[in-house]
């Protein structure tokens, strides 16, 4: 996992790893939340080296969610393929997740006057 701040953008874009398992989870949610304490609170996750994931991968997701928008802060997700878009589809996160297919969409959708997705049950 990499973490590139765009500072112009007010952003980071956190480039995932090809697979988010229940193994390495923890260290993952460890360095991201860690990453959002110090301030970076408007995250691109960068899906596009992503190949699988698990649910508790995406469980890694919705925590880091949860703690940027605790700072007014909020995530998108970033080219996510086709079986990893389909498992956010069907999980139903795309509700509360904006997803892009360009770094540029992406960072323009974290923009501070941009509207966060409420949670719909």
């Not at 995406?58 to 995530?75: D, E, P, W």
Request: proline share 3%.
């Amino acid at each position: 996992m990499n973490f590139e701040l765009k500072a112009q953008q007010h952003a980071s874009v956190v480039r995932l790893p090809r697979k988010m398992v229940m193994a390495q989870t923890p260290t993952y949610r460890a360095a991201i939340l860690e990453y959002i304490n110090k301030g970076n609170t408007r995250l691109v996750f960068d899906m596009s080296q992503l190949e699988y994931i698990d649910s508790s991968g995406l469980s890694v997701l919705i925590s880091a969610r949860k703690n940027t928008m605790h700072y007014q802060g909020n995530i998108v997700l970033l080219n996510p393929n086709s079986s990893v878009r389909a498992l956010i589809e069907l999980t139903r996160l795309h509700h509360i997740m904006d997803i892009y297919e360009s770094e540029e969409q992406a960072l323009d959708g974290l923009r501070e006057d941009t509207p966060l997705k409420e949670i719909t049950r």
